[in-house]
T-cell receptor
Framework: DAGVIQSPRHEVTEMGQEVTLRCKPI?????LFWYRQTMMRGLELLIY????????DSGMPEDRFSAKMPNASFSTLKIQPSEPRDSAVYFC????????????????FGPGTRLLVL | KQEVTQIPAALSVPEGENLVLNCSFT??????LQWFRQDPGKGLTSLLL?????REQTSGRLNASLDKSSGRSTLYIAASQPGDSATYLC??????????FGAGTILRVKS
């Protein structure tokens, strides 16, 4: 298995531009997570989907951030307009959540997208 | 709100030493606790997952313990090697499948 695939791996953009990050979860997984990692705040959960449905988006910083999962094999995280404080590494992770809940299922992380907003 | 704290923030040891990384969490209502490894510029790799009903898990030279009632976990690494150098992250899974991470311990094993 190729693992969780993220693109692009690096993105440099100017303030005000739209940024779209992409993720392909592991085949067969039914849960997908978007995280942001910064030196100041560490790793934070932004949003997660179960069976393509957003379950908890309480971590999304503000309306400039949006995430979609149109099908089981693809998700996007969009920032519009981008700001310098959005600079961070964005990780996507996926897992297989059984009917019993998350007790036993680990999350598998992609390599991340390093975003720099100038 | 769940808070996860890791001590120490950084650790440097000579090769061959046994070492312990510490993790504490404020809310014991968790599904499980996981230890991850992160190499520079890379994603996270799960090392060990301890269910809330378990006390410990072992994988090779790694042993993780969990004391849910006191909100503590330790990761024990035996006979450390330079290849163990990385950042180690502790995370608890809360209701709703949410992972809450600690800030990590940066480990350097010197050859």
């Amino acid at each position: 298995d190729a693992g969780v695939i993220q693109s692009p791996r690096h993105e440099v953009t100017e303030m005000g531009q739209e940024v779209t990050l992409r993720c392909k979860p592991i085949s067969g997984h039914n849960s997908l997570f978007w995280y942001r990692q910064t030196m100041m705040r560490g790793l934070e959960l932004l949003i997660y989907f179960n069976n393509n449905v957003p379950i908890d988006d309480s971590g999304m910083p503000e309306d400039r951030f949006s995430a979609k999962m149109p099908n089981a094999s693809f998700s996007t995280l969009k920032i519009q307009p981008s700001e310098p404080r959005d600079s961070a590494v964005y990780f996507c992770a996926s897992s297989l959540m059984s009917s019993g809940g998350p007790k036993e299922e680990t999350q598998y992380f992609g390599p991340g997208t390093r975003l720099l907003v100038l | 709100k769940q808070e996860v704290t890791q001590i120490p923030a950084a650790l440097s040891v000579p090769e061959g030493e046994n070492l312990v990384l510490n993790c504490s969490f404020t809310d014991s209502a968790i599904y499980n606790l996981q230890w991850f490894r992160q190499d520079p510029g890379k994603g996270l790799t799960s090392l060990l997952l301890i269910q809330s009903s378990q006390r410990e898990q072992t994988s090779g030279r790694l042993n993780a313990s969990l004391d849910k009632s006191s909100g503590r976990s330790t990761l024990y690494i035996a006979a450390s090697q330079p290849g163990d150098s990385a950042t180690y992250l502790c995370a608890v899974t809360e209701y709703g499948n949410k992972l809450v991470f600690g800030a990590g311990t940066i480990l350097r094993v010197k050859s």
